[in-house]
């Protein structure tokens, strides 16, 4: 083969690669927000085996564990299927949309929604015994007790453990140990 005939055969090869990109790329992206978004709502009911609420944050010794969620109906029927048949200290748990009732009954508060959205959500429950989780696809500087983020391709979270401390809320140390960062409270 010619160097002429070796340099067109290489260019319409390459060309060919970057067609299947352009066209494969969004669909691997697509894939991999999908597998981000299915870890996140898995983690969502795993965090409350790391986390103790006050006795006065359940109304029943029986009260199921419930999850507030402010995101898409997808991410929310995502939650609900990891979250399905599970429970957290014999306490079932059950997911819900955030709606007319507030955050009346919630235990861990999720908002994935815009930055309006997130930022009014974190100011309802400022003060209050939920854990608040948050995801850095909100585009919202302000974050929750649990941040979600994506590194190298993984889905990682910061802990604000001093904040969820002021709300009486204790995050075991074996998941701050899996925090990216810690911001620690202030020991007595």
């Not at 898409?72 to 429970?87: E, H, K, M, V």
């Not at 919630?106 to 930022?119: D, R």
């Amino acid at each position: 083969m010619s160097a002429a005939l070796f340099r067109r055969w290489l260019t319409r090869a390459a060309a060919a690669a970057l067609a299947c990109l352009a066209l494969f790329a969004p669909a691997a992206q697509a894939q991999q927000g999908d597998l981000a978004a299915a870890v996140k709502a898995t983690f969502l009911y795993r965090f409350a085996s790391f986390v103790s609420w006050p006795p006065t944050a359940f109304s029943a010794p029986d009260a199921p564990l419930v999850i507030c969620v402010v995101a898409t109906p997808d991410f929310i029927s995502l939650t609900a299927a990891a979250a399905q048949g599970q429970n957290v200290a014999g306490r079932p748990i059950r997911i819900q949309r955030l709606g007319q009732d507030g955050l009346r009954d919630c235990h861990i508060l999720f908002v994935g929604a815009n930055p309006e959205a997130t930022a009014q959500a974190l100011r309802a429950a400022r003060g209050e015994p939920i854990l608040t989780v948050t995801d850095e696809a909100s585009g919202m500087r302000a974050h929750g007790m649990i941040h979600f983020v994506m590194l190298d391709h993984r889905v990682r979270f910061h802990i604000d453990d001093a904040s969820a401390s002021q709300c009486g809320l204790t995050i075991s140390s074996r998941l701050l140990d899996l925090a990216v960062s810690v911001r620690r409270r202030q020991q007595p």
